[in-house]
């Protein structure tokens, strides 16, 4: 009886620690593109890339991702404003992954954003980043 009630008790714990991020991920991940749009103001996009995931390294290159980040930046200038228009929660292996839709404005344009987090405990890490916009395109 005694064993049954520890694997309750552990399955309970293991339950609590994966469930963490799907309570919390939207907010964590939120907080990640406050951060990433701070840094991308202030021109440090090598940051970015550096504390980024493994799946954001592994799909391109940093000389590829530095060039898409330097364009927006010349093209669309700094990030004034960003609103949250979806998101989803998804968890996996007791792994919380965040996807957040956003609605950016730029000084000299605007465009959607979509940024995907792998979350890890309290930190929000990039895993995917892809931007939509006539402005960067056209301008």
Do not use: W
């Amino acid at each position: 009886m005694k064993f049954l009630v520890m694997i309750l008790m552990l399955g309970i714990c293991i339950l609590a620690v994966s469930c963490g991020g799907l309570v919390n991920g939207k907010q964590i991940a939120e907080h990640g593109v406050v951060d990433f749009h701070a840094v991308f103001n202030e021109g440090q996009v090598r940051d970015i890339y550096a504390a980024s995931g493994a799946r954001l390294k592994n799909s391109v290159t940093e000389k590829d991702f530095l060039k898409l980040l330097e364009a927006v930046y010349l093209k669309l200038g700094k990030v004034t404003t960003s609103t949250t228009t979806g998101f989803k929660v998804m968890a996996r292996n007791l792994t919380t992954t965040v996807v957040l839709s956003q609605k950016t404005t730029f000084e000299y344009g605007s465009a959607t954003e979509t940024f995907s987090y792998e979350i890890r405990g309290e930190t929000p890490v990039l895993i995917s980043y892809q931007i939509i916009s006539n402005d960067l395109i056209l301008k």
